[in-house]
């Protein structure tokens, strides 16, 4: 065997690993399909510049980029956003709003590997375009959540936090932080919960260069307005402020349509979310494990202005993304995983070379009235084909020998109770349609 490993952060999936894969892939998808969505995709390769120019400091810092042999610098999707804006963007205007999209693509992020961060993952991505108002965002925050009901997990499980770029942009104008500082400051906020205090004021300090507000006064302000739990904190805060108090309004109808639609137990305000990608520009939020360490389960938000800078028109848009590796590892501990069962409905055992011909033709017919038939390739004799009959998980083996082809019938025989039935090879078809529906009693005499 050779020794060349896959690469780290990379993962195979063996067939009972992309089953889980497949189950997640059809829980999002019937999830969105539900809401509307419609189902698009974009290349996984993409020339550079979509990235480093539209997603952010952290994520350019992740590419997975190179120059193809043509002398383009490209590289692989750390997401799909400036994909799907760029897309959109170049036929908005014929396109009925708002837009409902989503896709299930790979992933690519030059990360340092760790659970649940991995260099290749699988994401969700659901996004609505054309839609400025709060009822959009409402809309896929709900989906978010329903995405996540969709398991089996319960509101208990998870909270979608959420959060506000654009109430953190005019709380930091009222401090007196200028613009050109605020998205530098948002980063040291973003880091709130987990830096040293003597790491956050230097950062803070960075944040600020160049402008007259004092670094630890800023801090402590933004510590205070990070720990803001409920909207009548936040009108406290808000006080005073025209433009705040009115963003509060947003903020009501946001959090009053999750509600009425049954989402209230499963979602927080939580002003510490301030999302690390450069492009958000209004309500962002993040859902996470009920009390897990674990990583984010998926992230998103408002970013009005990307279909714009990419070339289109002035589109508002929300949307969020669901990775698989720590949504698989949630549904894992809280056994939520279908059992694994890839086996064929019926196993057909050819039993002697005088009995091939008229099997194969069976063969043949079941498959092609939707039935998985599996047969055995090689001649054997019965013990050994009823034990790869089971090895291969079929739940019915169908024996041709010559005796039941002299006869025009086929013997069909449970692979549970070892129970069975001959039926004639005319009526084959109807009478394994009544078995898988009703079991061996459907032909018993
Ligand atoms: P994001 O927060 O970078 O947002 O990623 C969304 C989700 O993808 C994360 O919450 C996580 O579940 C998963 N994810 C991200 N990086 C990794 C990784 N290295 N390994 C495993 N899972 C990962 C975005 O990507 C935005 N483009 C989402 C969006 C769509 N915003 C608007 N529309």
């Given at each position: ?229 409920s909207l009548e904190e936040l009108a406290q805060l808000a ?40 492009y958000y520009t209004g309500f962002v939020f ?160």
């Amino acid at each position: 065997m050779s020794d060349i490993r896959t690469l780290p952060g990379f993962r195979e999936f063996y067939p009972e690993d992309r089953a889980v894969l497949g189950h997640i892939f059809d829980v999002w998808r019937q999830a969105c399909r539900r809401y509307g969505f419609r189902e698009w995709e974009s290349p996984v390769l993409e020339p550079l510049e979509l990235f480093t120019e539209k997603s952010g400091e952290e994520i350019v810092r992740q590419l997975f980029n190179f120059e193809d042999k043509g002398g383009r610098q490209v590289s692989l999707r750390p997401e799909m956003t400036p994909s799907l804006a760029r897309m959109v963007g170049a036929r908005a205007n014929g396109m009925a709003k708002p837009i409902r999209w989503f896709a299930i693509g790979e992933n690519y992020r030059y990360e340092k590997p760790q659970k649940g961060r991995l260099r290749a993952f699988y994401q969700l991505n659901a996004d609505l375009l054309g839609e400025a108002g709060p009822a959009a965002d409402a809309e896929l925050i709900a989906l978010c959540a329903d995405c996540l009901l969709g398991f089996g997990l319960t509101q208990q499980d998870f909270r979608i936090r959420i959060s506000d770029r654009t109430l953190w942009f005019r709380y930091l104008a009222s401090l007196g932080v200028p613009e050109a500082n605020a998205t530098a400051v948002l980063g040291v906020v973003d880091k709130l919960e987990r830096g040293a205090p003597k790491d956050l004021i230097e950062a803070m300090t960075a944040a600020l260069a160049g402008t007259a507000c004092d670094p630890e006064k800023t801090l402590a302000a933004a510590r205070t307005f990070a720990a803001t739990r409920s909207l009548e904190e936040l009108a406290q805060l808000a006080a005073g402020d025209a433009a705040m108090t009115a963003r509060l309004d947003e903020w009501n109808h946001l959090l009053g349509t999750l509600k009425s639609m049954g989402f209230g137990e499963c979602i927080a305000i939580d002003l510490t979310i301030v999302r690390g990608l450069a492009y958000y520009t209004g309500f962002v939020f993040e859902a996470f494990e009920t009390g897990g360490e674990a990583r984010a389960l998926a992230g998103g938000g408002r970013y009005d202005a990307l279909v714009k800078k990419l070339g289109g028109p002035d589109l508002p848009a929300v949307g969020f993304g669901m990775g698989d590796v720590t949504l698989r590892d949630l549904l894992e501990a809280k056994k939520l995983l279908p059992a694994y069962a890839d086996g064929p409905d019926f196993f057909v055992m050819v039993l002697g070379a005088d009995a091939r011909a008229a099997a194969l033709e069976d063969v043949a017919n079941l498959r092609r009235a939707g039935f998985r038939v599996e047969y055995n390739l090689r001649d054997g004799k019965f013990g050994k084909l009823a034990q790869q009959a089971e090895t291969a998980g079929a739940k019915y083996a169908l024996v041709y020998g010559g005796e039941e082809v002299a006869k025009g019938v086929t013997k069909v025989r449970s692979l549970t109770d070892r129970t069975e039935a001959e039926v004639p090879r005319t009526d084959l078809v109807p009478a394994l349609r009544a078995v898988m529906e009703e079991g061996m009693r459907a032909i018993l005499p």
